[in-house]
């Protein structure tokens, strides 16, 4: 069964540095997403992407991230220069249209910022 | 701006019981409501996804119903199974298309 996978499942990094999470989402799907869940709380919308490039995003997705499709199978999530208050689990996500139709996540890489 | 709730917070049942997870949303103008299970320290695994013309979905021993009218999605689960247990999220459109809003999770364990 076609999944979405997300590498690495997970991620140390300082604060400050730059990381990049990478998911391949499932080859016919056309819409792309990033949530992120901070342990403990519900899991947020970042942002979305379609035909290269942002369709939406949150308040959360502000200068230090951005998205891209690098290729037509890759979709990443660079965090330019990480916080402590980054660390999460962050889920990639994707799906054939926008409107009823199901959203299929990866298993999520979890990001510990030290 | 669309606020997801889910009760109850956490629930223990003896294996073998029938049980219902409530969600409740304050915009009913949705297009569908999907439910996920996650395991501790995992991904997201959807669970049913119910359309807002639809009143009923059915998968195995779950059957989610939907009320838009009144905000509200339930989740029945039949004859409850210790793999059962694990944390059941249920998300809306929220606002434009792609924004999806996950409620705060009912909390399942299932004792043998």
């Known amino acids: 069964e076609p999944e979405v996978t997300q590498t690495p499942s997970h991620q140390v990094t300082q604060m400050g540095q730059e990381v990049i999470l990478r998911c391949v989402p499932i080859?016919?799907?056309?819409?792309f997403y990033w949530y992120r869940q901070i342990l403990g709380q519900k899991v947020e919308f970042l942002v979305s992407?379609?035909?290269?490039?942002?369709?939406?995003k949150s308040e959360i997705f502000d200068d230090q991230f951005s998205v891209e499709r690098p290729d037509g199978s890759n979709f990443t999530l660079k965090i330019r220069s990480t916080k402590l208050e980054d660390s999460a689990m962050y889920f990639c996500?994707?799906?054939?249209?926008?409107?009823?139709?199901?959203?299929?996540f990866g298993q999520g890489t979890r990001l510990t910022v030290v | 701006k669309q606020e997801v709730t889910q009760i109850p917070a956490a629930l223990s049942v003896p294996e073998g019981e029938n049980l219902v997870l409530n969600c409740s949303f304050t915009?009913?103008?949705?297009?569908?409501l999907q439910w996920f299970r996650q395991d501790p320290g995992k991904g997201l695994t959807s669970l049913l996804l119910?359309?807002?013309?639809?009143r009923e979905q059915t998968s195995g021993r779950l059957n989610a119903s939907l009320d838009k009218s009144s905000g509200r999605s339930t989740l029945y689960i039949a004859a409850s199974q210790p793999g059962d247990s694990a944390t059941y999220l249920c998300?809306?459109?929220?606002?434009?298309?792609?924004?999806?809003?996950f409620g705060t999770g009912t909390k399942l364990q299932v004792i043998p």
């Open positions: 119910i359309q807002s013309s639809q």
């Open positions: 996500a994707s799906s054939v249209r926008v409107t009823n139709t199901e959203a299929f």
């Open positions: 998300a809306v459109p929220s606002g434009g298309y792609q924004k999806v809003t």
């Open positions: 915009d009913s103008a949705i297009y569908n």
């Open positions: 992407f379609y035909n290269n490039e942002i369709s939406e």
């Open positions: 080859s016919n799907h056309l819409y």
